[in-house]
Structure formats: structure tokens, C-alpha cells
């Protein structure tokens, strides 16, 4: 995957990222756990974010969501709009490549959300978990674990019960 069409989505999770998760922190406040997904489709139309108060993320597709991180969603599209050498509706090895560029980009900017944010809203960054994955579709155990491994540290992982 030509990483120069992400730049903008690159861009523009490393400029608005923190700030939406200081959002759900901050309505976290009091917690002791805090998951944040960020949700696709089968066909990667963009991202929503959706996160609960609580160690299991079985059931994320059940759990609260609503930002308006248009960030996470419009660019996306653009990408998938203008990307004609991957069918997205089948599975494929340049499908998935596709899928592991976007959790590259999500990781980025995971990683460089400022301490702060999080000891603002009393958490550390190992009591946040963060994921990504499709709704349903051709990836979704792949992105699941990939991502899980990728944007979180050992020392989050175990607390949510992970295996590495």
C-alpha cells in the first residue's frame, strides 16, 4: 500500500485523536478500565469510535458511541474511494495490507497521545485499552488481535486478561 495516500488520515489522527480521547477519559473519571475501539466495516468506509468502563471487550459493538470524530471516518472514505486497485468487498491479500496501513496509522497516533491526557482524567496509559476491528466482515479476528498487540503495552494487556 502506497503509504502517501494515508498522510492526511496520518495527519489528521495525530491532530485530533487526543483531544476525543480526553473526551471519553474525561466521562471515565472515577473508573478503574476504559476500552476505546475504533470500529470499520467490511469494506473499511471509515472508523467510529465506540469504548466502555469495563475489562471484556466481547460485546463492543453493544457499547456507547456517538463522537462526531469526522477525522476518523471522511478521510478513510476518500482513501477507499480513490483506491481502484482493491476490490474491498473480497477478501484479499492487498485487502488485508490495506487494513494493516490503516492500524499502522491508528498505532501512530495511539502512542502519541500525551501522558497527560490520560493522568488528567487519573488513568495511566496501561489502564486504557485500545483496539480496532471491523463490525463484521472479512478481518475481523485479524485486526482484533493484531491491533491489541500493536497498540497496547504487556502490562495493558494482562490487565485486560489478554493473551500475548
Known sequence: ???AKLEKFNQLCSEKLPNEINKILQSAK??????????TTDDFYGFYL???YCKDISEYYN?????EADFLYQPVVDIVEACNDIDFCLASDK???FAKSLLYVLQNAIKNIP?????NSN???EDVLFFSTMGSGDYVNEMLDT?????????????????Q
Open 115 to 119: 501522558d497527560e491526557i490520560f493522568q
Open 95 to 97: 485487502k488485508w495490507d
Open 1 to 3: 500500500m502506497n503509504t
Open 50 to 52: 465506540t469504548w466502555n
Open 147 to 163: 491491533s491489541l498487540k500493536t497498540f497496547n503495552s504487556t502490562e495493558a494487556l494482562k490487565a485486560y486478561g489478554i493473551n
Open 63 to 67: 457499547w456507547k458511541n456517538g463522537l
Open 123 to 125: 488513568f495511566r496509559r
Open 30 to 39: 472515577g473508573k478503574k478500565a476504559c476500552a476505546v475501539g475504533f470500529i
